[in-house]
C-alpha cells in the first residue's frame, strides 16, 4: 500500500480502497492496521456486512449452503487452501471450536472493527443488495459506523436522536450477492473523498439509499 501511495508513477500519495465480498472485507481489516494518518482516505467496500458467523456460515448455529464456499474454492485453488478449507469444514460438521462463535470467527468479524475503523476517520461506503447474503449486517455495519461516529453505544439501537454523517453511506440495491453496482455513483464516492470535488455526497442527510420493493424506486433515509 505504502509503495502504491508513494512509488508508483503518476502517485499522488493517496489510496482508495475499492473491492467486494473477501475484498471488500479485507479493506477494514487493512484500514484498521494502517492506522489513522495512513495513505488511505476512502473506502467502498461492496457484498459484506458486519457478520461471518452468524449471517452466512451459520443461522442460528445451524451450518447453512454457505460451508460448502471452504470446498469449492478450496478444491479450485489446491494446496495448503484446499487442506485449510477441507479442515475448517470437517471440524464444523463434528462439531469442533469452529462450529461455534469463538476465537476464529470472531477475529474475522468486521462488526468487532467498527469503532476502530471509524477511528482512522476513513470515510466509508457499503453496498449491498436486497438478495446479498450479508443483506442484513450490511446494514448492522452502517448502523455500527453511525453510532461509532456520534459516540453512541456501537452495539445499540440507533436511535432516531442519533446525528448522522455522510462519512459512512450505505447503497442497498437488487440482487444477489455482489450484483447490480453502479460504477458512476462509486467513482462518485472516490471523487469526493479522494480529490475533494464538492458533489454533495459529504454532506446528505440520508446516507441510507435502498431500493424499495413495494414501490420499485429507489428511497432514502438516516
Same mark, same amino acid.
Given at each position: 500500500m505504502l509503495r502504491a501511495a508513494h512509488s508508483l508513477p503518476g502517485s499522488n500519495g493517496t489510496v482508495g480502497l475499492h473491492g467486494g465480498s473477501y475484498a471488500g472485507i479485507n479493506q477494514m481489516?487493512?484500514?484498521v492496521a494502517a492506522g489513522p494518518g495512513s495513505?488511505?482516505?476512502a473506502m467502498l467496500a461492496?457484498?459484506?456486512g458486519a457478520e461471518f458467523y452468524r449471517e452466512t456460515y451459520f443461522a442460528g448455529g445451524v451450518p447453512t449452503q454457505t460451508l460448502n464456499f471452504? /470446498?469449492?474454492?478450496?478444491?479450485a485453488m489446491g494446496g495448503d487452501t484446499a487442506a485449510a478449507g477441507a479442515a475448517n469444514v470437517a471440524d464444523i460438521e463434528a462439531g469442533g471450536d469452529k462450529a461455534y462463535f469463538r476465537d476464529f470467527w470472531k477475529q474475522r468479524t468486521v462488526g468487532e472493527l467498527a469503532q476502530k475503523v471509524v477511528d482512522t476517520d476513513v470515510p466509508t461506503m457499503l453496498w449491498s443488495s436486497d438478495g446479498d447474503i450479508y443483506a442484513q449486517s450490511s446494514l448492522e455495519l452502517y448502523a455500527y459506523f453511525q453510532n461509532a461516529y456520534a459516540k453512541a453505544p456501537v452495539y445499540g439501537p440507533m436511535s432516531t436522536a442519533t446525528p448522522v454523517t455522510g /462519512?459512512?453511506?450505505i447503497i442497498m440495491s437488487q440482487g444477489g450477492h455482489c450484483e447490480n453496482e453502479d460504477p458512476n455513483i462509486q467513482l462518485e464516492w472516490f471523487d469526493t473523498w479522494l480529490k475533494h470535488e464538492r458533489t454533495g455526497m459529504a454532506q446528505t442527510p440520508t446516507p441510507l439509499h435502498y431500493y424499495d420493493l413495494g414501490s420499485g424506486q429507489f428511497d432514502e433515509t438516516a
Open positions: 481489516f487493512t484500514t495513505p488511505i482516505k461492496a457484498c459484506m471452504q /470446498r469449492v474454492i478450496g478444491d /462519512r459512512y453511506q
